[in-house]
T-cell receptor, first 114, second 113 residues
Framework: KAGVTQTPRYLIKTRGQQVTLSCSPISGHRSVSWYQQTPGQGLQFLFEYFSETQRNKGNFPGRFSGRQFSNSRSEMNVSTLELGDSALYLC?????????????FGPGTRLTVL | DQQVKQNSPSLSVQEGRISILNCDYTNSMFDYFLWYKKYPAEGPTFLISISSIKDKNEDGRFTVFLNKSAKHLSLHIVPSQPGDSAVYFCAAMGGGSQGNLIFGKGTKLSVKP
C-alpha cells in the first residue's frame, strides 16, 4: 500500500500571500489530520477531517482552513501568510471512524515565508 | 499549558544497552497513548501504542509501560541499535478528541556504536 503523500514537499512564499497544501491519505483511510511542526512549539494539531466534515479543530487562527474531498484527499489553505507560519506541515491519515488507532504521517511540506 | 511533557530533550545510550524514554501527561481524560519516531526531513513513524486499560504493551524490541496513577508512560528499547537514533515523540489522545494527537516536544535519542 502506498503511504501518505503530500505535495509540494517544499514551498517558499512571501508575507501576505496564500498557500494551498495537498495530502493524499493511505487508500481506505477516511480520517485526515493536519499538524504544524515548529522548533519552538513542536507538533501542534490544526484540524481533522472525516468523510468531508471537519470533526476537530485546534487552536489556530481562521487564516488556517482545510477541506476534504469525497476521495478522502485533503487540502489545507493558509491565507495572508505571516513569517511565523514557516513550519513543516504534516498530514496524517487513519483508518477507523470511531476507535482509537494510530495515525500514519506523510513526509510533510516545508513552508518558508519570507 | 503543555498537556504532554517529555522532560529530557536528549538521551545518549551505548549500543546494546536499554534506552528508556519518559513521558508525563496532565489530562486524565487521555486514554490512548502512542510513540512515534522521527528522522530529519521525514514525517513521524508510528512505533507502538497503549490503551489506558493496559499497563504494558510489547512489540519486538519496543515496550511501552503506562502508570495511570502517576500519569506517566515510558518507552523501553532493548537492545538499542544505532539505527534507533532519532527523535522520539510521545502522543496522547482522548476526551473525545478523536483524530487529535497531543504531542510532547520530543526526546532526541543517540545510540553510540
Amino acid at each position: 500500500k502506498a503511504g501518505v503523500t503530500q505535495t509540494p514537499r517544499y514551498l517558499i512564499k512571501t508575507r501576505g500571500q496564500q498557500v494551498t497544501l495537498s495530502c493524499s491519505p493511505i487508500s481506505g483511510h477516511r480520517s485526515v489530520s493536519w499538524y504544524q511542526q515548529t522548533p519552538g512549539q513542536g507538533l501542534q494539531f490544526l484540524f481533522e477531517y472525516f468523510s468531508e466534515t471537519q470533526r476537530n479543530k485546534g487552536n489556530f487562527p481562521g487564516r488556517f482552513s482545510g477541506r476534504q474531498f469525497s476521495n478522502s484527499r485533503s487540502e489545507m489553505n493558509v491565507s495572508t501568510l505571516e513569517l511565523g507560519d514557516s513550519a513543516l506541515y504534516l498530514c496524517a491519515s487513519s483508518h477507523l471512524a470511531v476507535d482509537y488507532n494510530e495515525q500514519f504521517f506523510g513526509p510533510g511540506t516545508r513552508l518558508t515565508v519570507l | 499549558d503543555q498537556q504532554v511533557k517529555q522532560n529530557s530533550p536528549s538521551l545518549s545510550v551505548q549500543e546494546g544497552r536499554i534506552s528508556i524514554l519518559n513521558c508525563d501527561y496532565t489530562n486524565s481524560m487521555f486514554d490512548y497513548f502512542l510513540w512515534y519516531k522521527k528522522y530529519p526531513a521525514e514525517g513521524p513513524t508510528f512505533l507502538i501504542s497503549i490503551s489506558s486499560i493496559k499497563d504494558k504493551n510489547e512489540d519486538g524490541r519496543f515496550t511501552v509501560f503506562l502508570n495511570k496513577s502517576a500519569k506517566h508512560l515510558s518507552l523501553h528499547i532493548v537492545p538499542s541499535q544505532p539505527g534507533d537514533s532519532a527523535v522520539y515523540f510521545c502522543a496522547a489522545m482522548g476526551g473525545g478528541s478523536q483524530g487529535n494527537l497531543i504531542f510532547g516536544k520530543g526526546t532526541k535519542l543517540s545510540v553510540k556504536p
